[in-house]
Antibody, heavy 123, light 107 residues
Framework: QVRLVESGGGAVQPGRSLRLSCAAS????????MHWVRQAPGKGLEWVAI????????YYADSVKGRFTISRDNSESTMFLQMNSLRAEDTAVYYC????????????????WGQGTLVTVSA | DIQMTQSPSTLSASVGDRVTITCRAS??????LAWYQQKPGKAPKVLIY???SLASGVPSRFSGSGSGTEFTLTISSLQPDDFATYYC?????????FGQGTKVEIK
């Protein structure tokens, strides 16, 4: 069965860095685009970034552009999010999510989600 | 960016009620819309994709409709397990955007 497990969250001071990981299993990781989505405490869902199945393209939300970097290692079925220059407003549960399987229309929704990892940015 | 607006923000209903949630996109997204259910402390779960297609394992009391800019999620007969927060999301373009959520509470 499809499994996505995030790790790497924790408490960090403003301006510092953190690296999140998303370990995938139960499917061919290299066939799927992968996303990070976050949710601040008591708030709604905010898309953060995507990396294409082969790593060839990446897109970011304006709120994290220039500070966060998404990457993947298909040989290890793992995706990463390098978060630099962290701010208090980055405090959230960070979820990894999988793009749905190939569709000729080229449009994909999030068909599986991990359980999330909490990042707290505070002095 | 495409803005997604859900209504209502909160909905109070009883078991057995028919419930409808509306989602409006700021520009046409064809049928590239998904609905997710989220329970406290849990990850979201997809219910509907392509505006009206039921995701695998989702009860048939859930249905979706619409295209372009107006979409609805309907629960035909609300069950105890359905009290949760529901989000619409467009996947027509980047950045992917979500509605602000609709919390379905027990009346």
């Amino acid at each position: 069965q499809v499994r996505l497990v995030e790790s790497g969250g924790g408490a960090v001071q403003p301006g510092r860095s953190l690296r999140l990981s998303c370990a995938a299993s139960g499917f061919t990781f290299s066939n799927h685009g992968m996303h990070w989505v976050r949710q601040a405490p008591g708030k709604g869902l905010e898309w953060v970034a995507i990396i294409w199945y082969d790593g060839s393209n990446k897109y970011y939300a304006d709120s994290v552009k220039g500070r966060f970097t998404i990457s993947r290692d298909n040989s290890e079925s793992t995706m990463f999010l390098q978060m630099n220059s962290l701010r208090a407003e980055d405090t959230a549960v960070y979820y990894c999510a999988r793009d749905s399987p190939y569709d000729s229309s080229g449009s994909y929704y999030f068909d599986y989600w991990g359980q999330g990892t909490l990042v707290t940015v505070s002095a | 960016d495409i803005q997604m607006t859900q209504s209502p923000s909160t909905l109070s209903a009883s078991v057995g009620d028919r419930v409808t949630i509306t989602c409006r996109a700021s520009q046409s997204i064809s049928s590239r819309l998904a609905w997710y259910q989220q329970k406290p402390g849990k990850a979201p779960k997809v219910l509907i994709y392509k505006a009206s297609s039921l995701a695998s394992g989702v009860p048939s009391r859930f249905s979706g409709s619409g295209s372009g800019t107006e979409f609805t999620l309907t629960i035909s007969s609300l069950q105890p397990d359905d009290f949760a927060t529901y989000y619409c999301q467009q996947y027509n373009s980047y950045p992917r955007t979500f509605g602000q959520g609709t919390k379905v509470e027990i009346k």
